[in-house]
């Protein structure tokens, strides 16, 4: 076998009866059947964790079992992983080897993030599968390459020597009848379908790899790429974001199909009889359907203000038609369980091929604008084929913060001292329904250097939760409030503040970078004074509030009238676990509202 030999050599030290028993039937069934055109065939599993469904990857098993087929390969995630205790990771590939036990002997696993994800665990990895990270080995004259990129996000962060070692051995099986390649995660999705670089690839049409197969996302998705195969295997019992099968979401294994030299790639679902061609689901459906929400189905900002139930505005949605034929798009609301008002319910745009059309409504909202209304659009993204498009009214809101003569910060109402500022009263829970923590106020006004806040909270003061100990502590952990400022809404710089019942403050400065990546710098001080006030112990307690925030630490000129500043702010309840949010926001990219400083 060539190179390979060297890498069993070195596996072989540590490794389970049945993974010797494997490597021996693999070594053989590789010689006996030499030079033979047997027909072969292959079961691709998909992740079976990141949120696995108990039961699921037995069951995918057990059908699979169905086409008998020669082989078993696996994507990557056979377990949770992600913890330190070595008893419990031990356990758990116990519990995953006894699931695949009937198929252990026909059985080549991958490795993915959820199974070595550090040193540690990747001895445990070696020690219970027989195998190092990155192996090969020859099938009935088709070359299998397994390398390990689940513990590094993006294909820039590969260690040379690994890149070195793909490298090295598809150049030293070059004339292999087929090589199919499996990695975890898969780098190609982001780079391939838009034409951008993609070093992988490189080595792989140049070393004559037929098909590429990786996991990772839960969603099934194919395409061709300089005449190679890329296929994302769907789960067989990790979590998926819904169960849209045309989305890729549901739960299969992929069937490769070998005759000769040449290859089918099928698709198999959990549920029903039939298999699909792998594409089904292509790669451009899943770009489509990623995008459809930011290019083609896009509902234009509705800013609404303090007082929302004095006149209807008009709401947009605007649709992009991105087949070659003129087509009909229908879109309806759906404003039975919320508090809004949208004339027409339902209307129809007659859309240009490759051309933009745009639905015009007139929409009026109560006090309470949680819950959102939703929309629906039928999109006829292929021919015969149509995605139903759920969204949202893409809603911000605007808080308008007046000048006040000044606060004694000292959890109390004195006086007339929050007269005239502007009331916030109406929350949404973290899926944009109304909030179940009721009675809860925010007041804000504001002098010529500092903004003031008033929080009041309806609470079983008996049950309050207020851990933190000093300022910077784990306050978010508390009963507490928050607050979330950017002197620019745009800005990927925000200023966080969080204040328990006792006065306690965490207050710290986020930096946004690449994708979901936030770095925190803790040694921010807003230079926030803090007032509480605690009822007696009272179901029907509450505790109270009074911040005096100075402008000039958000690092900005002291904003003057008509400026707008960027805000959040809401309340998180221990007892309850519920969390109160001003403004909504499906994406961790639009969060903020608006503040407007007024006269």
């Not at 419990?88 to 490795?111: M, T």
């Not at 194919?222 to 169960?243: A, F, K, L, Q, W």
């Not at 659009?377 to 007046?402: C, K, M, N, Q, W």
């Not at 990927?492 to 970078?513: A, C, H, S």
Request: glycine share 10%; proline share 4%; with cysteine.
């Amino acid at each position: 076998m060539r190179q390979c030999t060297t890498v069993y050599q070195k596996a072989i030290r540590g490794m389970t009866r049945g993974a010797i028993s494997l490597l021996f039937i693999l070594i053989i069934a590789g010689t006996a059947h030499a030079g033979k055109d047997k027909d072969i065939t292959i079961v691709i599993l998909g992740d079976r964790t990141a949120g696995h469904r108990e039961g699921i990857y037995g069951a995918v098993i057990e059908k699979a079992r169905e086409d008998r087929p020669d082989l078993y390969v696996t994507i990557g995630d056979q377990i949770e992983g992600y913890t330190r205790d070595e008893a419990v990771i031990n356990a758990q590939w116990r519990e995953y080897f006894k699931i695949v036990r009937r198929i252990r002997r026909r059985l080549l696993i991958l490795p993915g993030n959820h199974d070595v994800w550090s040193g540690a665990s990747e001895k445990i990895w070696i020690k219970r599968t027989g195998w190092e990270t990155n192996y090969s080995t020859d099938f009935r004259g088709i070359h299998l390459v397994f390398f390990e990129n689940g513990r590094w996000a993006k294909i820039d962060s590969l260690p040379e020597e690994r890149i070195a070692w793909l490298e090295s051995d598809l150049k030293a099986h070059r004339n292999a009848k087929l090589t199919f390649v499996f990695f975890h995660r898969p780098y190609w999705y982001y780079t391939l379908p838009s034409g951008k670089a993609d070093r992988l690839h490189e080595i792989f049409a140049a070393n004559g790899v037929d098909a590429v197969f990786s996991g990772h996302l839960h969603r099934h998705g194919s395409g061709i790429y300089d005449g190679i195969y890329y296929t994302m295997v769907g789960s067989s019992g990790g979590v998926m974001e819904d169960n849209v099968p045309i989305k890729g979401h549901f739960y299969n294994y992929v069937k490769v199909e070998v005759k000769g030299s040449d290859f089918s790639i099928k698709t198999v679902p959990l549920d029903g009889d039939r298999e699909l061609p792998v594409d089904f689901v292509t790669i451009a459906d899943l770009k489509f359907f990623d995008r459809i929400e930011d290019r083609y189905v896009v509902p234009e900002e509705l800013f609404l203000g303090t007082d929302t139930s004095k006149s209807k505005s008009e709401l947009r949605i605007s649709i992009k038609n991105i087949r070659d034929v003129n087509l009909p798009f229908k879109i309806k609301w759906e404003t039975g369980a919320t508090n809004w008002d949208i004339k027409p319910t339902e209307a129809t745009v007659e859309i240009p091929a490759g051309e933009k059309g745009t639905a015009t409504f007139l929409a009026l909202a109560a006090d309470q604008p949680y819950p959102l209304p939703r929309f629906e659009v039928a999109y006829p993204y292929h021919e015969g084929r149509s995605y139903d498009f759920r969204g949202t009214v893409r809603l911000t809101r605007i808080l308008e913060v007046p000048r006040i003569k000044g606060v004694t910060v000292d959890g109390r109402v004195d006086g007339s001292e929050w007269d005239g500022t502007v009331v916030a009263s109406n929350f949404s829970d973290p899926q944009g329904m109304s909030s179940n923590i009721y009675d809860t106020l925010f007041l804000f006004g504001r002098d010529g250097e500092n903004l003031y806040v008033l929080a009041s909270c309806r609470a079983d003061t008996e049950y309050l939760v207020t851990n933190a100990e000093g300022r910077d502590g784990d306050v978010f952990r508390d009963d507490s409030i928050a607050l979330i400022i950017s002197p620019d809404p745009d800005s990927k710089t925000t200023y966080q503040l969080f204040v328990n019942p006792l006065g306690v403050i965490l207050d710290r400065k986020i930096v946004k970078g690449k994708g979901r990546r936030r770095k925190a710098d803790p040694s921010w001080d807003a230079g926030c004074e803090a007032g509480a006030y605690i009822s007696p112990h009272n179901p029907s307690g509450f505790y109270q509030l009074e911040l005096k925030i100075p402008l000039s630490a958000f690092g900005a000129d002291l904003p003057k009238v008509g400026d707008e500043w960027g805000i959040n702010f809401g309340r998180l309840s221990v007892k309850s676990g519920e969390l109160a949010e001003w403004q909504y926001h499906e994406s961790s990219d639009r969060y903020l509202g608006r503040m407007v400083f007024t006269r």
